[in-house]
């Protein structure tokens, strides 16, 4: 995981000090601190250096301290594991190259770079930090390298990349909600779901879902329809599943008795659409862009249609 940051930190300064050359002569008026660069500024890029290789590291050492604190670690090795736990970890290395992505894209084009390198670039280091935990799980005795989650890396910032570069917009967004499940609350499965908040929001599967945001309003034509329409109101599909719990060595027909998936359709608010004037709470709302707000919405699984109060 190391031997990943150490290049994905020097691609970054690469690509960030090209965009320096000497414009800062003729930079005309020095934007506000919440602003966008319109020209390449070193001491901004200095910064994004620091908040991406720190923010990095931070999440890293909380994985490694949830997530891999009680794993036995052995020789590397892979594994397929697409049929384990309905594909709710897919969704979530989605989600993690997704929003990875967006955010070093912001950060960049906040430091002044052009806006297709800093989409690309973004992209690139989104899909690798999210990968380079791949690295680390091919050392672990009960899981392996999977080239399963790498394709949903690849995905997940692949479609945060399409958004700026297709729309000027992210108008596909990936969210997430949870709620922890009676599996966590199990003491029974303490060493599976975790035993309190950090860990139950990283590993209980059951008490996930994933969410497509979309952004209604940009798909409009123009009329009418278009102009009553709030632009914050998404439409919203989710999927999860329950009855995860591991135990894929038992026979096939045990856990796919056991697991079943479930599908949501809904609404979500878009906070990036409410734009407030004050650039702290806008910068706070920007972050909390993988948040689905819970609404009412419809869910379907096996036991059938039914309104849900809030999802």
Not at 35 to 64: A, F, H, K, S
Not at 106 to 126: H, I, P, Q, Y
Not at 142 to 148: A, L
Not at 168 to 183: A, F, G, H, I, T
Request: proline share 5%; no cysteine; hydrophobic share 40%.
């Amino acid at each position: 995981m190391r031997i990943l940051l150490l290049p994905l930190l020097l691609g970054l300064s690469t690509l960030v000090s090209a965009q320096s050359l000497h414009f800062d002569h003729y930079r005309p008026l020095k934007p506000s601190f919440f602003e966008n660069d319109t020209l390449p500024n070193p001491r901004r890029q200095r910064l994004v250096l620091g908040v991406v290789g720190g923010g990095y590291t931070v999440i890293m050492g909380y994985m490694g301290f949830v997530w891999y604190a009680n794993e036995d670690l052995g020789n590397f090795h892979f594994f397929d594991d697409r049929h384990e736990w309905k594909q709710i970890d897919k969704g979530g290395h989605m989600l993690g190259a997704y929003h990875g992505t967006r955010f070093v894209t912001d950060l960049l084009r906040w430091s002044g770079m052009e806006k297709r390198r800093a989409v690309l670039t973004g992209g690139a280091a989104g899909f690798l930090a999210m990968s380079s935990i791949e690295v680390f799980d091919g050392f672990g005795e009960t899981w392996g390298f999977s080239w399963s989650d790498i394709g949903a890396n690849f995905a997940g910032a692949s479609l945060a990349v399409a958004n700026q570069l297709l729309w000027n917009e992210d108008r596909l967004q990936l969210k997430v909600s949870y709620r922890r499940s009676p599996y966590a609350q199990d003491t029974t499965f303490a060493d599976l779901f975790g035993r309190n908040w950090p860990e139950w929001v990283l590993k209980d599967y059951n008490g996930h879902t994933l969410w497509l945001s979309v952004r209604v309003h940009s798909f409009l034509p123009p009329g009418k329809l278009r102009q009553h329409y709030p632009p914050w109101l998404n439409l919203a599909i989710g999927y999860g599943a329950e009855g995860l719990e591991g135990g894929y060595e038992d026979p096939l027909s045990d856990w796919r008795t056991r697991e079943y998936r479930q599908w949501y359709l809904g609404f979500d608010v878009d906070l990036m659409q409410l734009r407030p004037q004050n650039g702290y709470l806008n910068t706070l709302i920007h972050a909390l862009g993988f948040v689905k707000i819970p609404l009412p919405a419809l869910r379907q699984d096996r036991q059938g249609l039914r309104l849900r109060a809030l999802e």
